[in-house]
């Protein structure tokens, strides 16, 4: 028999449930933010860096 496991979710809160270790969701999308953000920075850091460098 096939259980019926949902592929999405409607709201962020519904994922809340499923969280491990008493983690909130706002903690973890705050989180998600701050490693997208220092991501983005190193990536244009690295970007600037090699312009600035090559030859000419």
């Given at each position: 028999?096939?259980?019926r496991?949902?592929?999405?979710?409607?709201?962020?809160g519904d994922a809340a449930d499923g969280?491990?270790?008493g983690l909130s969701i706002e903690s973890l999308?705050?989180?998600?933010?701050?490693?997208?953000?220092l991501s983005a920075?190193?990536?244009i850091v690295v970007w600037l860096v090699g312009y600035l460098r090559r030859p000419g």
């Open positions: 028999m096939l259980l496991v949902p592929l999405a979710y409607a709201t962020a969280l491990l270790n999308q705050r989180w998600t933010l701050v490693y997208l953000g920075l190193a990536f």
